[in-house]
């Protein structure tokens, strides 16, 4: 319990430090001719696959608008994504050695801060704090977060002001939705908002990745508990 809360009490200071900072937004970025869209998805497995049908159709979107489209994921999802959605650059947020590594976290911004991207978005609808600084570090001339208006649970960052005050420098527009609605209905909320009216969401559909024996004729039902890690 006390290294849990050391753990998370270092996290607090490192993302206050980088909320300080002001040379995140002194660097200079690469210029380039090319229209890039980059998605920042930083949940664990689960909600990946709740929100799997979002993350392909912002690639196909884009893509048909003659866009590049990349996205910033978690280890653990990369497989997934590679599968059924079809992004240009997967980057890989690796969560642990972003808090303990002080090296990884300069070579993760450097590389996120260099390009100016004509759209960032955090499509999902949960306050994940790394996401945020994130996408306070990007360049992008347009970056959008879904948020359900909901303070960050358990840290530090808790507070209002430093809360309102990091929104504001990482995003330049939020679509709210209430926290009560449900995911599917919230997601195809946001869709609409970024002007793809055609998506429909729904539950995903994946292959199965192990082969399936002993099914049984009847009718039976299929119990997949959403672990988070």
Do not use: W
Not at 87 to 97: A, K, P
Not at 143 to 159: F, M, S, T
């Amino acid at each position: 319990m006390l290294k849990q809360l050391l753990f998370h009490c270092r996290e607090d200071l490192i993302m206050i430090n980088l909320l300080m900072n002001d040379t995140l937004h002194k660097e200079s970025c690469k210029q380039t001719h090319e229209r890039i869209v980059l998605i920042i998805f930083t949940p664990f497995i689960g909600d990946t696959i709740l929100y799997l049908n979002v993350l392909r159709e912002l690639a196909n979107y884009y893509h048909s608008q003659g866009k590049r489209c990349n996205i910033i994921t978690l280890k653990q999802n990369k497989s997934i994504i590679e599968q059924y959605c079809e992004y240009d650059e997967i980057y890989i947020y690796d969560y642990n050695r972003y808090i303990l590594e002080k090296k990884y976290r300069k070579e993760f911004y450097g590389k996120v801060r260099g390009v100016l991207y004509e759209k960032v978005i955090n499509p999902y609808y949960d306050n994940l704090l790394d996401a945020d600084i994130i996408a306070m570090s990007s360049r992008g001339k347009e970056k959008i977060v879904a948020d359900r208006n909901k303070i960050y649970p358990g840290r530090i960052l808790n507070r209002s002001i430093l809360k309102n005050r990091l929104r504001k420098q990482a995003y330049n527009k939020v679509v709210v939705s209430a926290p009560d609605r449900m995911d599917y209905i919230k997601q195809s909320y946001f869709m609409k908002k970024l002007g793809i009216s055609s998506f429909r969401a729904s539950i995903s559909y994946m292959k199965p990745m192990v082969e399936l024996k002993n099914i049984p004729n009847s009718k039976y039902c299929i119990v997949a508990p959403g672990a988070s890690k």
